[in-house]
């Protein structure tokens, strides 16, 4: 591996790890807003329980889909031309 292929794996591992903090952390301040203008409702948690989880998997996944996306490109569009190069 690459110095600059294992600093960006590790950069990602940041990311995804600070998305998954910061996105806790704006479900439980919704939460907590919710709770002190008004009585909480089971549809209200479960909402907002809902969204910080599935904008967690979509956080977490996505990194994922792009890379495999992008090493998948080079099989359908090939980086060399058909006619090769003059």
Not at 52 to 70: D, E, K, M, Q, T
């Amino acid at each position: 591996m690459t110095y600059l292929l294992n600093f960006l794996i590790v950069l990602a591992g940041f990311a995804r790890t600070g998305g998954l903090v910061i996105v806790g952390l704006v479900s439980t301040y919704v939460l907590i807003a919710e709770a002190a203008k008004s009585k909480l409702s089971a549809a209200r948690i479960i909402t907002v329980a809902a969204s910080a989880i599935l904008a967690g998997v979509v956080l977490w996944i996505l990194p994922s889909l792009i890379n495999y996306a992008r090493y998948d490109v080079s099989t359908f569009v090939p980086d060399y031309p058909i006619g090769g190069y003059r």
